[in-house]
Each structure stands twice: as structure tokens, then as C-alpha cells.
């Protein structure tokens, strides 16, 4: 199955952190390393990864010039591809990360700006469009299996916050059933915890972002 990875590099611990934390909640992801300055950054090698979230202030000769290594143009990308044999060819997309003042370099592409005083639900909007985006064009051989229309509604009335007994209420249907169910979508998509089946369910417009925060009704 696929899986996001990503780089972050930023001074700030918590800063770190609080990215980290937000990324484990999306499904299928992994933050394969951190750095908090510009010298351990040394070559491409240290960035196989598909995003890098890079504080702008840290970008100096030796980091454009890595991370201009590492995003090569489109048509580059596809002939890469055409040689991988079927495995997927890898394009890193950088994101920044700082305050909306801040003015970014156009010595590459940016594929997206995270701001230091966006909500968490923002920031997991904007890296599960990015992730989306990636799968859908490049691992579509990739997909889980398929999902039943009964096995959504119980995966949307999950994602929602209703408890086993609310949803069968809901969809006069036992609770042991609405369990079998549970236990099959999980089996199908590989994703154990409600949180994770929720950001699911939003990445995949089962429900919208701003459903959760609602109070059942």
C-alpha cells in the first residue's frame, strides 16, 4: 500500500513536533527524518522522500541546490518513470512552512505553504489534498479494495463520532452487524484507529473537514 513520506526541516522543536504529530494522524504516512539546521544538510541522497516541509529562513546555496536536484521538471519525471520498470518514479514537492509574511524563493516550485498560525484541521487539509493528488496520478495500481456501499455509510457514521449501538440505530441494522461491518472495513483499508478511519473518510469526500467538529444531531 502506499505510503507519504516525508522531511522536515525547521529550527524549532515544537515546531517539529507539532508537524509530526499532525502528519501521524493521516493514514499510510511516515516522517522519515527531521534536521533543525542547514548543515546536516549535505546530498540529494539524504531526500528520498515525496515532501519536504522546509522553513524558508534555512534555504541558503547548498540547500536550493540539493533540493533543486531533487525536484526535476515534469517531462524529466516521466522518462524517469518509463526507466523504473513499473516501480513509481519519485518527484519530492516542497512545502514551506512559516508566517504569511514571509516571501519564498522562485528558484523552484513551492507545492504548497503551511502557515505558523493555521489550525491543525487546515494543515490536515492541505497536506491530505497534496497526498490525494500524489495517489491518484501515481499509485492508482495501489488502490485498497474496494468498499461496499453499506460498509461507507458505517465508515461515514464512524468518522461522525456515533457509537456501534447509535449507528445501528440509525440504519436499523444490529449492533453485531454494524461490528462485522467495522471489522471488515478495517481489514479492507488497513486503518485501525477512528482517527485514522476519519481522516480516510475526508481524503476520500466520504464526509467534509468541518463535519467533525459538529455535534451529533
Known amino acids: 500500500m502506499y505510503k507519504a513520506t516525508f522531511i522536515i526541516i525547521e529550527k524549532s522543536y515544537l515546531i517539529r513536533k507539532g508537524l509530526i504529530s499532525i502528519i501521524e494522524k493521516i493514514p499510510n504516512t511516515q516522517v522519515i527524518q527531521q534536521f533543525d ?5 549535505k546530498t540529494p541522497a539524504n531526500f528520498e522522500s515525496d515532501f519536504i516541509i522546509i522553513n524558508p529562513n534555512l534555504l541558503n ?10 525536484t526535476p521538471s515534469p517531462a524529466l519525471s516521466a522518462c524517469s518513470a518509463d526507466r523504473s520498470a ?6 519530492t514537492q516542497v512545502i514551506s512552512i512559516s508566517e504569511k509574511s514571509t516571501v519564498l524563493t522562485k528558484e523552484f516550485e513551492w507545492t ?6 493555521d489550525t ?8 491530505n489534498t497534496l497526498i490525494g493528488n500524489r495517489e491518484t ?11 461496499s456501499k453499506r460498509e461507507i455509510d458505517i465508515l461515514k457514521n464512524i468518522a461522525l463520532g456515533y457509537s456501534n449501538k447509535e449507528i445501528a440505530d440509525k440504519l436499523f441494522i ?8 467495522r471489522k471488515n472495513i478495517t481489514r479492507k483499508l488497513g ?4 482517527p485514522g478511519l476519519t481522516i480516510y473518510a475526508i481524503l476520500n469526500k466520504i464526509i467534509d473537514i468541518n463535519d467533525t467538529g459538529k455535534s451529533k444531531s
Open 137 to 147: 496520478k501515481n499509485v492508482k495500481s495501489e488502490v485498497p479494495e474496494e468498499i
Open 174 to 181: 444490529s449492533t453485531h452487524t454494524v461490528v462485522t461491518h
Open 112 to 117: 504548497a505553504q503551511i502557515y505558523l498560525d
Open 37 to 41: 539546521n542547514e548543515d546536516d544538510l
Open 191 to 194: 486503518i485501525k484507529t477512528v
Open 120 to 127: 491543525q484541521n487546515s494543515i490536515l487539509k492541505k497536506l
Open 86 to 91: 513499473g516501480r513509481r518514479a519519485r518527484k
Open 61 to 70: 546555496a547548498n540547500t536550493l541546490n540539493i533540493i533543486k536536484k531533487i
